[in-house]
């Protein structure tokens, strides 16, 4: 079924996943904490379907890959190594009204006229100038004079300039006393904006206003720039909103900080990791000698990182708690780009295998000038979310980057001697990283899906289904009495549970009409239900005794399978 791009179909899922516990905002009851998210009952089944599927084919399947699970707090010096102590951060810049905080690539370019201020000053300050009324000070005084002055004496000389230049004359005592209750109210600070070309100047000066007012200047005269209109082109330097100048871009550091031990010193202090991928490369050695792994070899983990994101944004797209699952694939430097490809084939794989299927996902090669310097090769695998074309994944060939540098760092012999040629090299790496949360994210996204059905008299109606693969599913199997009066009914569908309970997570539920009962299962995303029904205890004859009524999700075909097979059945699915 062909899927609307808008954000109304964001908001439908988002909806949903609290609705049907999948997902909630983190400490909801105290207005939640931005960036941080809790999985409810049905999410965390989702979750870890998709962890232990990648584990299974990503470790458990596989000879030349071992598993590790490293922990979340380091030594400081592995991130001084890494590098992520002083590079791990986005160049950010913030939008001088509304303070609002972007990454500096993504802020919007601009195109029109640039309005320039040097500074404002309160309105009351100068409506009791001596001599002449405010409105010829104003005029007199702003938009340009004021700006330039540096001190009460220069202010005054610029008062008695006004006074001349209107043919009067006045005390000089006078004169120099408004000058310095004038002076200590300028406020003096760069501010422009930018308007496309065309727009009523009063739109500008509006902003103009609004931001000096933020800074405390009570009803704000505008001191102008020389130069106070200047035409730009494709600019990042203003808010696309409000077309307020944004700061310059300063460089925010990602990691949460934190102290091991009782003393809140520079010496105790400890980062939570921004990536699992560092453990694996710490670890190395030690996984190398353990297991006797030969070349090409990798290591998988999967865990929480966290990165103090300064937009979290688009549900759990972009959270500041996250979790990641990661390989790194140490290989010979000649084996390198070929290992990136296979790499990169074996993932789509296995987003095809977990119901993403590899059209939905578009291949996103980065080029040269844009991979971080040591990378040779890279691939962002992203998946159109209703919110746009956005990153799953990334697969980079690190060289050996990461061992050359903890090999610095630590003095320790982080490389590989091999046997059969006799050579002593640093192993280089081939980093296949997934985000959970997004990959669950993007599950969810696929298997969303509002279907029209028709009754026989004609009435409409719309079935919300989550079409997961059955094997991410979060519930398996529904189980149903079809009448919760009837023990029979009831005691024989709660054996059918108990009997499947072991091998799958079962869903059992008696409350409700049984059409009601199946549509909150394909809201949930369960892709079989059984119901227990008359048939089934022999009360209609021998004939379907032990049998059930199997109904399937997606199709809501109905059929009939014998109880002693359904486990087989079930199993043979959703593996
Ligand atoms: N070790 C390499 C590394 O961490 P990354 O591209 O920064 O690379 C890998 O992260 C994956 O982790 C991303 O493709 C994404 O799926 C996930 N990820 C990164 N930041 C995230 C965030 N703030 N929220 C959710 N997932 C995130």
Aim: with cysteine; hydrophobic share 35%.
């Amino acid at each position: 079924m062909a899927k609307e791009v808008t954000p109304t179909r964001m908001e439908k899922i988002v909806s949903l996943c609290k609705r049907r516990g999948f997902i909630f905002q983190a400490s909801e009851i105290y207005g939640g904490l931005n960036g941080f998210w809790d999985y409810g009952p049905l999410g965390v089944e989702l979750k870890k379907n998709l962890k232990d599927f990648w584990w299974q084919r990503n470790v458990r399947e596989r000879d030349d890959m071992e598993g590790m699970d490293g922990s979340i707090i380091m030594n400081r010096a592995v991130w001084k190594a890494s590098g992520h102590e002083e590079t791990f951060s986005d160049p950010m810049v913030d939008c001088l009204l509304s303070k609002e905080r972007f990454r500096a690539d993504q802020v919007e370019e601009q195109t029109g006229i640039v309005h320039r201020l040097i500074g404002a000053i309160p309105r009351i300050a100068i409506v009791d100038l001596p001599q002449l009324p405010p409105e010829a000070w104003i005029r007199w005084l702003f938009p340009t004079a004021l700006g330039s002055v540096s001190n009460v004496a220069e202010l005054s000389e610029l008062l008695h300039a006004g006074i001349r230049n209107q043919n009067q004359t006045c005390d000089e005592e006078v004169l120099l006393a408004a000058a310095e209750k004038i002076f200590p109210q300028i406020e003096r600070y760069d501010f422009s904006v930018l308007v496309p070309t065309g727009t009523p100047e009063d739109k500008a000066r509006k902003v103009g206003m609004a931001f000096y007012e933020s800074r405390g200047v009570k009803n704000p005269v505008l001191i102008e720039h020389e130069v106070s209109h200047l035409p730009v082109e494709n600019s990042r330097g203003y808010h696309a909103e409000t077309g307020a100048q944004l700061t310059e871009p300063r460089t925010f550091n990602l990691m949460f900080k934190s102290f091991a031990g009782p003393i809140e010193s520079e010496e105790n202090m400890v980062y939570l990791r921004p990536e699992t991928a560092q453990a694996m490369f710490v670890q190395f050695r030690n996984i190398l000698d353990t297991t006797r792994q030969k070349l090409p070899f990798g290591i998988a983990q999967i865990g929480k990182a966290f990165r103090n994101e300064i937009n979290p944004r688009n549900f759990t797209f972009r959270s500041r708690e996250f979790e990641q699952m990661e390989i790194e694939y140490f290989c010979r430097p000649e084996d390198g780009l070929r290992l990136t490809d296979y790499w990169l084939e074996q993932r789509l794989r296995f987003y095809d295998d977990i119901g993403i299927p590899r059209g939905k996902i578009h291949i996103h090669e980065i080029p040269d000038g844009e991979r971080a310097f040591y990378a040779v090769k890279t691939y962002d695998l992203e998946y159109d979310f209703p919110f746009g074309l956005s990153e799953l994944e990334g697969i980079a060939y690190r060289t050996n980057y990461d061992l050359s540098k903890h090999i610095e760092h630590s003095g320790k012999p982080l490389d590989y001697f091999d046997e059969a040629t006799k050579e002593r090299f640093v192993p280089h790496v081939v980093e296949p990283s997934a985000g959970t949360d997004r990959t669950a994210l993007a599950l969810i996204c696929e298997a969303f899906d509002e279907e029209t059905l028709t009754d026989e008299a004609g009435k409409s109606d719309v079935r919300t289904v989550l079409r997961f693969h059955p094997r991410m599913a979060p519930i398996k199997c529904g189980v149903f009495p079809l009448l919760k009066n009837k023990p029979d009914l009831v005691a024989a569908a709660r054996e059918v549970a108990s009997n499947l309970r072991a091998f799958m997570n079962i869903f059992y539920d008696e409350s409700g009409a049984i059409g009601r009962r199946y549509r909150r299962q394909d809201e949930a995303g369960t892709p079989f239900c059984v119901t227990v029904d008359f048939d089934t205890i022999g009360e209609n004859g021998p004939e379907k005794q032990g049998t059930v009524t199997l109904r399937h999700r997606d199709s809501m075909q109905q059929e009939r399978i014998a109880i002693s097979d359904l486990r087989e059945w079930l199993l043979a699915r959703i593996r």
